[in-house]
């Protein structure tokens, strides 16, 4: 049996919350992309070449509401990037979608729960930005990855 190619992101699911910060990564040589398309049509044609596709789109430096095309260009060893990073400023459910392997039915799900309410005020005056101190240690990596020969899934969670 020839060694097969799994278009998936893993996991596919990941559950965060308003000012918590995606990272995608990847380590192998397919090239992916991370795309939330936010009510955009999709990108035509769905190539290496289509600059749309293969120069990232930031999400905004204020996070991600949901809406707009944010993309990271594709990723992958040996192409420009191998991660990408999405702040999100909205709560909601919201799909992205590889846009090289979309009809392959790669794409994934975060969904951004509401901000965790801010900690009691200690008096020792030391307290940071609740929103920023949770994106900062809300940071989690995920493996965009596809396997070839079986190579390991591998998924991160940095807190
Ligand atoms: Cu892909």
């Not at 790669?106 to 965790?116: L, R």
Request: aromatic share 8%.
């Amino acid at each position: 049996m020839p060694p097969s190619d799994v278009q998936q992101f893993f996991p596919p699911s990941m559950n965060v919350r308003v000012g918590d910060t995606v990272t995608w990564r990847s380590s192998v040589p397919t090239p992916h992309t991370v795309s939330f398309l936010g009510g955009t049509p999709l990108i035509v044609p769905p190539s290496l070449e289509n600059p749309k596709i293969f120069a990232p789109t930031p999400a905004p430096a204020a996070g991600y509401d949901g809406v707009g095309y944010v993309n990271s260009g594709v990723m992958g060893v040996g192409f420009p990037g191998q991660g990408f990073s999405v702040n999100f400023s909205r709560a909601g459910t919201f799909g992205y979608v590889c846009i090289l392997h979309i009809s392959q039915g790669m794409g994934g799900t975060i969904n951004v729960a509401a901000a965790a309410p801010a900690p009691p005020k200690t008096g020792s005056g030391a307290a940071s930005n609740p929103a920023t101190s949770m994106a900062l240690v809300g940071v989690l990596a995920v493996l965009a990855l596809a396997t070839v020969g079986g190579a390991r899934l591998a998924s991160r969670r940095a807190r």
